[in-house]
T-cell receptor, first 117, second 111 residues
Framework: DTGVSQNPRHKITKRGQNVTFRCDPI?????LYWYRQTLGQGPEFLTY????????KSRLLSDRFSAERPKGSFSTLEIQRTEQGDSAMYLC???????????????FGEGSRLTVL | SQQGEEDPQALSIQEGENATMNCSYK?????LQWYRQNSGRGLVHLIL?????REKHSGRLRVTLDTSKKSSSLLITASRAADTASYFC???????????FGGGTRVLVKP
Protein backbone atom coordinates (compact mmCIF):
# COMPACT_ATOMS: atom_id res chain seq x y z
CA ASP A 1 0.00 0.00 0.00
CA THR A 2 1.60 3.31 -1.03
CA GLY A 3 -0.92 5.66 0.51
CA VAL A 4 -0.57 7.95 3.51
CA SER A 5 -0.17 5.93 6.68
CA GLN A 6 -1.09 7.15 10.17
CA ASN A 7 -0.39 5.49 13.52
CA PRO A 8 -1.89 4.78 15.89
CA ARG A 9 -5.40 4.72 14.46
CA HIS A 10 -6.97 5.07 17.89
CA LYS A 11 -5.58 6.41 21.13
CA ILE A 12 -7.33 6.67 24.47
CA THR A 13 -5.48 8.59 27.14
CA LYS A 14 -6.08 10.27 30.46
CA ARG A 15 -6.09 14.00 30.83
CA GLY A 16 -2.60 15.35 31.40
CA GLN A 17 -0.78 12.61 29.50
CA ASN A 18 1.31 13.21 26.38
CA VAL A 19 0.48 11.57 23.08
CA THR A 20 2.33 11.34 19.78
CA PHE A 21 0.95 10.57 16.34
CA ARG A 22 3.00 9.55 13.34
CA CYS A 23 2.33 10.14 9.67
CA ASP A 24 4.16 8.51 6.76
CA PRO A 25 3.33 10.39 3.56
CA ILE A 26 3.45 9.12 0.00
CA UNK A 27 7.14 8.86 -0.76
CA UNK A 28 7.52 11.46 -3.51
CA UNK A 29 5.29 14.03 -1.78
CA UNK A 30 7.31 16.94 -0.40
CA UNK A 31 4.40 18.68 1.37
CA LEU A 32 2.74 17.31 4.47
CA TYR A 33 -0.26 18.68 6.34
CA TRP A 34 -1.92 18.10 9.70
CA TYR A 35 -5.59 18.78 10.25
CA ARG A 36 -7.91 18.26 13.21
CA GLN A 37 -11.53 17.25 12.81
CA THR A 38 -14.20 17.09 15.50
CA LEU A 39 -17.49 15.24 15.10
CA GLY A 40 -19.76 16.78 12.52
CA GLN A 41 -17.27 19.45 11.49
CA GLY A 42 -14.88 19.94 8.61
CA PRO A 43 -11.12 19.49 8.97
CA GLU A 44 -9.34 22.44 10.57
CA PHE A 45 -5.82 23.26 9.45
CA LEU A 46 -3.09 22.88 12.06
CA THR A 47 0.24 23.08 10.28
CA TYR A 48 2.13 22.16 7.15
CA UNK A 49 5.63 21.27 6.04
CA UNK A 50 7.48 21.58 2.79
CA UNK A 51 10.24 19.04 3.06
CA UNK A 52 11.55 19.48 6.61
CA UNK A 53 10.57 23.15 6.94
CA UNK A 54 7.42 23.99 8.90
CA UNK A 55 5.97 26.79 6.77
CA UNK A 56 2.74 27.64 8.54
CA LYS A 57 1.11 27.03 11.92
CA SER A 58 -2.48 27.73 12.84
CA ARG A 59 -3.47 29.70 15.92
CA LEU A 60 -5.19 26.44 16.91
CA LEU A 61 -1.76 24.96 17.50
CA SER A 62 -1.18 25.98 21.10
CA ASP A 63 2.12 25.65 22.93
CA ARG A 64 1.10 22.14 23.93
CA PHE A 65 1.20 21.02 20.32
CA SER A 66 4.42 20.43 18.40
CA ALA A 67 4.98 18.93 14.99
CA GLU A 68 8.18 17.83 13.35
CA ARG A 69 9.25 16.42 10.07
CA PRO A 70 12.91 15.46 10.40
CA LYS A 71 14.65 14.73 7.11
CA GLY A 72 11.51 15.66 5.21
CA SER A 73 10.03 12.19 5.37
CA PHE A 74 7.64 11.07 8.14
CA SER A 75 6.11 13.56 10.56
CA THR A 76 5.09 13.43 14.20
CA LEU A 77 2.46 15.47 16.01
CA GLU A 78 2.86 15.57 19.78
CA ILE A 79 0.28 16.87 22.22
CA GLN A 80 1.55 17.51 25.73
CA ARG A 81 -0.65 17.63 28.84
CA THR A 82 -3.73 16.55 26.93
CA GLU A 83 -7.10 18.11 27.71
CA GLN A 84 -10.58 16.75 27.02
CA GLY A 85 -10.99 19.40 24.35
CA ASP A 86 -8.16 17.75 22.40
CA SER A 87 -10.41 14.77 21.65
CA ALA A 88 -10.71 14.70 17.88
CA MET A 89 -9.59 12.96 14.71
CA TYR A 90 -6.11 14.07 13.65
CA LEU A 91 -5.72 13.82 9.92
CA CYS A 92 -2.49 13.84 7.95
CA UNK A 93 -2.33 14.58 4.26
CA UNK A 94 0.45 14.85 1.71
CA UNK A 95 0.80 16.57 -1.61
CA UNK A 96 3.28 16.21 -4.48
CA UNK A 97 5.47 19.14 -5.58
CA UNK A 98 3.48 21.99 -7.11
CA UNK A 99 3.01 21.53 -10.86
CA UNK A 100 0.56 24.27 -11.79
CA UNK A 101 -2.85 25.67 -11.06
CA UNK A 102 -4.75 22.57 -12.16
CA UNK A 103 -3.09 20.34 -9.64
CA UNK A 104 -2.99 20.29 -5.89
CA UNK A 105 -5.16 17.57 -4.44
CA UNK A 106 -4.39 16.36 -0.96
CA UNK A 107 -3.99 12.65 -0.23
CA PHE A 108 -5.30 11.88 3.24
CA GLY A 109 -4.50 9.10 5.65
CA GLU A 110 -7.25 7.35 7.61
CA GLY A 111 -6.64 9.53 10.65
CA SER A 112 -5.73 9.01 14.28
CA ARG A 113 -8.66 9.27 16.66
CA LEU A 114 -7.80 10.66 20.09
CA THR A 115 -10.06 10.28 23.09
CA VAL A 116 -9.02 12.10 26.24
CA LEU A 117 -10.77 10.85 29.39
CA SER B 1 -11.48 29.39 10.77
CA GLN B 2 -13.35 27.73 7.96
CA GLN B 3 -13.44 29.48 4.62
CA GLY B 4 -16.31 27.54 3.08
CA GLU B 5 -19.87 27.07 4.18
CA GLU B 6 -21.82 24.17 2.74
CA ASP B 7 -25.53 24.15 2.22
CA PRO B 8 -27.50 22.12 3.09
CA GLN B 9 -25.86 20.65 6.18
CA ALA B 10 -27.68 17.37 5.59
CA LEU B 11 -29.48 15.81 2.63
CA SER B 12 -31.55 12.65 2.40
CA ILE B 13 -32.55 11.28 -1.01
CA GLN B 14 -33.67 8.06 -2.66
CA GLU B 15 -31.31 5.99 -4.76
CA GLY B 16 -31.43 7.17 -8.36
CA GLU B 17 -32.17 10.79 -7.48
CA ASN B 18 -29.71 13.65 -7.94
CA ALA B 19 -27.98 15.30 -5.00
CA THR B 20 -26.96 18.94 -5.12
CA MET B 21 -24.92 20.74 -2.51
CA ASN B 22 -23.53 24.24 -2.44
CA CYS B 23 -20.43 25.89 -1.06
CA SER B 24 -19.82 29.56 -0.41
CA TYR B 25 -16.48 31.08 0.42
CA LYS B 26 -15.14 34.46 1.44
CA UNK B 27 -11.84 35.32 -0.22
CA UNK B 28 -10.37 35.00 -3.69
CA UNK B 29 -9.13 31.53 -4.59
CA UNK B 30 -6.75 29.76 -6.91
CA UNK B 31 -8.88 26.64 -7.09
CA LEU B 32 -11.71 24.90 -5.28
CA GLN B 33 -11.82 21.19 -4.52
CA TRP B 34 -14.45 18.73 -3.35
CA TYR B 35 -13.74 15.78 -1.09
CA ARG B 36 -15.77 12.86 0.20
CA GLN B 37 -15.47 11.27 3.63
CA ASN B 38 -17.07 8.03 4.68
CA SER B 39 -17.85 7.74 8.37
CA GLY B 40 -14.70 7.46 10.48
CA ARG B 41 -12.39 7.45 7.48
CA GLY B 42 -10.02 9.87 5.79
CA LEU B 43 -11.02 12.25 3.02
CA VAL B 44 -10.87 11.31 -0.64
CA HIS B 45 -10.40 13.88 -3.39
CA LEU B 46 -13.24 14.02 -5.92
CA ILE B 47 -12.66 16.93 -8.25
CA LEU B 48 -10.74 20.21 -8.61
CA UNK B 49 -11.95 23.29 -10.47
CA UNK B 50 -9.63 26.20 -11.18
CA UNK B 51 -10.67 29.80 -10.65
CA UNK B 52 -10.78 30.43 -14.41
CA UNK B 53 -13.11 27.47 -15.02
CA ARG B 54 -16.89 27.59 -14.71
CA GLU B 55 -17.89 23.95 -14.93
CA LYS B 56 -16.24 20.58 -14.74
CA HIS B 57 -17.43 17.00 -15.02
CA SER B 58 -16.07 13.73 -13.74
CA GLY B 59 -18.22 10.63 -14.17
CA ARG B 60 -21.48 11.27 -12.26
CA LEU B 61 -20.09 14.46 -10.73
CA ARG B 62 -20.65 17.97 -12.02
CA VAL B 63 -19.06 20.97 -10.35
CA THR B 64 -19.75 24.62 -11.09
CA LEU B 65 -17.86 27.66 -9.89
CA ASP B 66 -19.07 31.25 -9.82
CA THR B 67 -16.22 33.45 -8.65
CA SER B 68 -18.36 36.60 -8.81
CA LYS B 69 -20.67 35.09 -6.19
CA LYS B 70 -17.89 33.18 -4.46
CA SER B 71 -19.85 29.98 -4.67
CA SER B 72 -19.64 26.46 -6.05
CA SER B 73 -22.03 23.57 -6.41
CA LEU B 74 -21.53 19.82 -6.58
CA LEU B 75 -24.12 17.69 -8.34
CA ILE B 76 -24.11 13.91 -8.01
CA THR B 77 -26.37 12.36 -10.62
CA ALA B 78 -28.16 9.03 -10.34
CA SER B 79 -27.12 8.59 -6.72
CA ARG B 80 -26.30 5.20 -5.25
CA ALA B 81 -26.36 3.93 -1.67
CA ALA B 82 -22.55 3.92 -1.81
CA ASP B 83 -22.63 7.72 -2.26
CA THR B 84 -23.73 8.02 1.39
CA ALA B 85 -20.97 10.12 2.94
CA SER B 86 -20.02 13.65 3.99
CA TYR B 87 -18.93 15.99 1.24
CA PHE B 88 -16.60 18.92 1.83
CA CYS B 89 -15.52 21.81 -0.31
CA UNK B 90 -12.02 23.16 0.17
CA UNK B 91 -10.46 26.33 -1.15
CA UNK B 92 -6.87 26.90 -2.16
CA UNK B 93 -6.08 30.60 -1.94
CA UNK B 94 -2.50 30.45 -3.10
CA UNK B 95 -1.57 27.47 -5.19
CA UNK B 96 0.55 25.06 -3.27
CA UNK B 97 -0.39 26.20 0.20
CA UNK B 98 -2.97 24.93 2.66
CA UNK B 99 -6.55 24.02 1.82
CA UNK B 100 -9.32 25.49 3.95
CA PHE B 101 -12.34 23.24 4.37
CA GLY B 102 -16.00 23.97 4.90
CA GLY B 103 -18.27 22.31 7.43
CA GLY B 104 -19.58 19.67 5.02
CA THR B 105 -22.87 18.28 3.75
CA ARG B 106 -23.93 14.91 5.10
CA VAL B 107 -25.66 12.94 2.34
CA LEU B 108 -27.79 9.87 2.98
CA VAL B 109 -28.87 7.87 -0.05
CA LYS B 110 -31.66 5.45 0.81
CA PRO B 111 -31.90 2.23 -1.21
Amino acid sequence: DTGVSQNPRHKITKRGQNVTFRCDPISEHNRLYWYRQTLGQGPEFLTYFQNEAQLEKSRLLSDRFSAERPKGSFSTLEIQRTEQGDSAMYLCASRPPFRGAGTGELFFGEGSRLTVL
Amino acid sequence: SQQGEEDPQALSIQEGENATMNCSYKTSINNLQWYRQNSGRGLVHLILIRSNEREKHSGRLRVTLDTSKKSSSLLITASRAADTASYFCATDKAAGNKLTFGGGTRVLVKP
